[in-house]
């Protein structure tokens, strides 16, 4: 499922930063389903844009049982993403899609109950970008806050950034021993990184 930003881009293989969404991209609020809680971390804007004028797509990639709780809707989350794009556009800072996982292996609903490739640390939700977009994976990077995204970005062969903005690089202890390509303080370092890199 995704929400759309520019216009898809043809024909050759292009690089994309992939981005977690809550505790990278927005302040985390546990099991957020309001627009009204959707709040931007700082730097937020400025990275987007600078990954946009490096020639970057920008893939926003998240978890969401709030949908397999049954506390929000597929639709609900739609339109959270679709301000969420819309006020980054704002700001001049452009996202192409956003994808979310609305499954839990132990989900409340039922349709929703299922152990999916989709899911985090799963790489199921890169790798339809990955085909759709046609990117090329060894030029990509993903940025999130959590172990979970880093396995992720391994096992679709993306380099991985770890952000401290957010509550997930201090969990997933069951992720403990794997090491992110980088580790940084925010967005706005994973621009120097990313700009210096060859």
């Not at 490739?117 to 959590?146: F, H, T, V, W």
């Amino acid at each position: 499922m995704g929400v759309p930003g520019r216009h898809e881009r043809k024909l050759r293989k292009l690089r994309a930063i992939f981005l977690d969404r809550d505790g990278t991209i927005i302040r985390h609020v546990e099991l957020m389903r309001r627009i009204a809680d959707l709040k931007f971390l700082p730097y937020v804007a400025r990275a987007i844009r600078a990954f946009n004028k490096l020639g970057f797509l920008v893939v926003v990639i998240t978890n969401q049982p709030v949908i397999a709780r049954g506390l929000a809707t597929p639709k609900e989350i739609d339109r959270i993403h679709a301000v969420l794009v819309r006020r980054l556009k704002t700001k001049g800072a452009s996202v192409d899609a956003v994808y979310f996982c609305p499954h839990h292996p132990n989900a409340d609903m039922r349709r929703y109950r299922l152990a999916c490739s989709c899911r985090k640390p799963e790489p199921g939700m890169i790798l339809k970008a990955l085909k759709k977009y046609r990117i090329n994976p060894k030029q990509s990077y993903i940025i999130g806050d959590g172990l979970i995204d880093v396995v992720a970005g391994k096992r679709a062969s993306l380099k991985t950034i770890l952000v401290k903005t957010g509550p997930g690089s201090r969990e997933d202890l069951k992720y403990k021993h794997i090491r992110p390509d980088f580790l940084v303080k925010n967005l706005s370092q994973a621009i120097k990184i990313i700009s210096n890199a060859k």
